[in-house]
């Protein structure tokens, strides 16, 4: 066994190992696709529904509150009917099957990266739809008034108002996406336990799976390594924002 | 009048979108109050005698939104018949209680150091507390474990608890609170002859409120929600949070799955409409800027 503690220097062989190894490879490639899915189709989404829940008036509130609830559930309460949802048996095969089409298996196949996708965008798009909201109610309503006046339309409106007065909290919000599709693991770890199909096997599983079986050394790598690149990534948005917020 | 369409289309698009977000708490609602014979009918998809007889090939689940005989029966089998249940729920509690209240002590007295005073290397330091921040716990495992080993709590629901006070997440979005407050406020108070301690309680502490309000609300919701802490630190199921069990702990019973599920969604429901606002205050002020 090792232990955490004491032990003697190493040089980079540590991480030679880690580099070398295919499970943490895999972790780390499910982990940047989901990534890369993830954060810009949440985005996306979120943008969306806040442009829409904008000019809602009194509906405003009630649509916050709609969209904030799964926020707040604890992922346990929504595992049970999550596997109804999606199991071999489950609900979206049913209706897979009443119009005909072949079930999938949702939960262990190359498809639970698009269940977890589901799940995670359920769950956390009210998080930056507050966000977006609020950069939107930011933006001085002369700006609106002025482009009317001026016969701009709707779409040229949103060209060269709204987007150019969003990319400051654009930034913010991609970096909160980024840190907070690492929470998708709860939702895997829960509904797929801690070896799930390979396609979903997540650096965190990596990270975990170590920390049980005591590999301490590799552990301790893959941590260096993921503080590594969330400095460079952090620095590089907060730079990026500070350049949108000047311009 | 095209504005009118258009406002209508909206409202329809957002009610759609709005009650597909709602379907699994509604399923999950109103499904508890089943009968435990009308939840088998819904969720069994093991085929029977007579479904072979019939020539059914495959069952599948199905949801029924309004029971058809309301009943108890799985609340009372949750709260009353196994004691189990309350256990984990009060072990939830346990872990939630001291992380709420012991974080907000704690963020308050360093958001106030890093925002009210002034001092060399601070600025390093703050970065440093936002790198941890942005950290997934699994990257900080093997210290904490250290720490816990050294302090001899392993096995213990303190493992959980003190990483979690220390949480470097509370004092930032303090301070970012903290930071609308006018530097004349505490100076001037300074310079009246008042201590550290009476400018703390009486000059930042009433500005804070919502501060205070919205950091509670997002360190419940995130201790309510516990699970990879739990999993790793505490190996007795006796000391288990409900957060990690909801859905084993019937053995995979739907009825009191629901049941317990819905018990224990509560909690932060009930959080939720006291304090939307505070939420969104949360949310808006942990965007790192």
Request: with cysteine; glycine share 6%; aromatic share 14%.
């Amino acid at each position: 066994m090792t232990r955490p503690v004491g032990g003697e220097f190493a040089g980079l062989s540590n991480y030679i190992d880690l580099l070398q190894s295919p499970a943490y490879q895999l972790g780390l490639r499910n982990t940047v696709v989901f990534m890369g899915l993830s954060v810009p189709l949440n985005m996306l989404l979120s943008l969306g529904a806040a442009m829409l829940i904008k000019d809602m008036g009194k509906f405003k509130p009630i649509f916050v509150l709609i969209f904030l609830i799964p926020l707040v559930i604890p992922s346990g309460a929504m595992v049970f009917f999550w596997r109804m949802m999606f199991s071999r048996n489950g609900f979206i095969n049913n209706i897979f099957d009443m119009v005909g089409l072949d079930g999938i298996n949702w939960l262990n196949s190359e498809y639970a990266m698009l269940t977890l996708l589901i799940i995670f965008v359920w769950k956390n798009l009210g998080f930056n739809l507050v966000l977006f909201l609020s950069g939107l109610s930011n933006i001085p309503k002369e700006y609106y008034e002025a482009a009317k006046v001026d016969g701009a339309n709707a779409l040229y409106t949103l060209r060269k108002i709204t987007f150019p007065c969003l990319l400051p909290i654009t930034v913010i919000v991609l970096l909160m996406s980024v840190i907070n599709s690492f929470k998708v693991f709860r939702e895997v770890y829960l509904l797929m336990g801690s070896h799930p199909h390979e396609s979903v096997y997540m650096l965190q599983h990596f990270m975990n799976n170590n920390f049980h079986s005591l590999n301490y050394p590799r552990l301790t790598s893959a941590a260096t390594l993921l503080s590594i690149a969330m400095v460079v990534i952090t620095w590089g948005l907060l730079w990026l924002e500070r350049k949108a917020s000047h311009e | 009048m095209s504005r009118r369409i258009a406002f209508n289309f909206k409202l329809v698009l957002l009610a759609v979108t709005g009650i597909v977000f709602l379907f699994p708490l509604v399923v999950t609602f109103t499904n508890s109050f089943m009968s435990e014979q009308e939840i088998t009918l819904f969720y069994r998809t093991d085929l029977s005698y007579f479904d072979v007889l019939e020539g059914i090939e495959q069952r599948f689940i199905s949801f029924r939104l309004i029971p058809r005989d309301f009943s108890f029966a799985q609340y009372r089998m949750v709260l009353i018949d196994r004691p189990m249940f309350l256990m984990l729920l009060v072990n939830s509690v346990r872990i939630t209680a001291p992380v709420t209240i012991g974080s907000l002590i704690i963020s308050l007295l360093t958001a106030y150091g890093f925002t009210c005073w002034k001092w060399k290397h601070k600025e390093i330091l703050f970065f440093i507390y936002i790198v941890v921040m942005l950290m997934p716990l699994q990257a900080v495992l093997v210290p904490n474990f250290i720490v816990a080993d050294w302090l001899g709590i392993t096995d213990n629901q303190w493992a959980v608890i003190l990483p979690g006070i220390f949480a470097p997440f509370g004092t930032f979005l303090l301070r970012q609170s903290m930071k609308g407050i006018p530097a004349e406020c505490y100076e001037a108070a300074r310079i009246d002859g008042a201590g550290e301690l009476r400018v703390f309680l009486y000059v930042v502490m009433p500005q804070m409120k919502s501060g205070i309000a919205a950091l509670t609300m997002l360190v419940f919701i995130e201790y309510w929600n516990v699970v990879e802490q739990a999993v790793v630190f505490l190996r007795d199921f006796d000391l288990q949070p409900l957060s990690v069990f909801l859905s084993r702990i019937a053995d995979g019973r739907a009825g009191l799955i629901f049941a317990a599920s819905t018990v224990y969604m509560l909690f932060p429901f009930v959080w939720l409409f006291l304090g939307q606002e505070h939420l969104e205050k949360g949310i808006e002020l942990s965007g790192i800027k």
